[in-house]
């Protein structure tokens, strides 16, 4: 059995509690500076980088909160003097924190250059054109769309079934007419994707009424042309006995 070794080893109790109380009065100091930067820059996540004559400062908040003060001096090396993850090693915070009164002479530095950027903002702004009457004429228009459409949809409720779908292709665009019981369902223009002229929900666009308005009324008369060519097909049908 050996001797114990008899060597002391020098705890490092003291030097961890001194970093320790030393990142913590940064963190605090630090973070009244994130606070005021989440302000001024009008986010809640965001970072902003402040030079000094022995490096660079770092300093990233999210959610108003610091999330980090990073020191890369000049001569190489970077400190994370205040991060989410490991402390900083004692010898590089102390270097870092050298510099650290003017990290915040620069961001004091920052924030009074902007003091009175907005002074010559113009706050009279011009009067904003009302919407009223166009949207008034937009109602108007699909509102007959819609009594139009929900004629159609009753006639071909009442030879068609319950619910269904009619569909035309004009000037190339393909029309589509959904009915469920006497009334029209929609009213879309282009396929899938395509311009709901009439839904269930929101009216369409007033530029998009103007657009398909005028190629509504060649639809009507597909429709027409549909409901003529399906009485002349009758028309030929006999129920007479073939003898």
């Known amino acids: 059995m050996t001797d114990a070794l008899s060597f002391d080893i020098a705890s490092v109790d003291d030097v961890a509690a001194n970093r320790d109380e030393v990142v913590a009065a940064v963190e605090a100091h630090a973070g009244t500076i994130a ?3 989440a302000i001024l820059q009008g ?5 902003e980088t402040f030079k000094t004559r022995r490096g660079t400062w770092t300093l990233k908040y999210e959610a108003g909160a610091l999330q980090y003060l990073r020191f890369k001096g000049k001569s190489g090396g970077e400190t994370y003097v205040v991060s989410t993850k490991q402390p900083p090693e004692p010898k590089a915070l102390a270097t870092a924190m050298e510099d650290y009164p003017a990290f915040v002479e620069a961001y004091n530095d920052h924030v009074e250059s902007l003091d009175g950027v907005l002074n010559d903002v113009p706050t009279a702004f011009p009067a904003v054109t009302t919407t009223e009457e166009i949207v008034a ?3 108007q228009l699909v509102s007959t769309i819609r009594e139009v459409a929900d004629t159609m949809a009753g006639e071909l409720n009442r030879f068609d079934g319950e619910y269904g779908t009619f569909t035309q292709r004009i000037g190339g665009t393909r ?10 369902s929609y009213l879309r223009v282009g396929g899938e994707g395509g311009i709901y002229l009439l ?3 929101e009216p369409p ?3 998009d009424v103007r657009e398909l308005a005028g190629d509504f009324a060649a639809f009507v008369e597909a429709y027409n042309d549909y409901v003529d060519d399906l009485e002349a097909d009758l028309a030929t049908v006999s129920l007479d006995d073939a003898g």
Not at 43 to 47: E, L, N, S
Not at 175 to 184: I, V, Y
């Open 35 to 37: 606070r005021e930067l």
């Open 137 to 139: 004429q937009r109602d």
């Open 199 to 201: 839904s269930q929900y």
């Open 43 to 47: 986010g809640d996540y965001g970072q």
């Open 175 to 184: 029309w589509e007419l959904k009915w469920d019981g006497p009334r029209a």
């Open 205 to 207: 666009a007033a530029p």
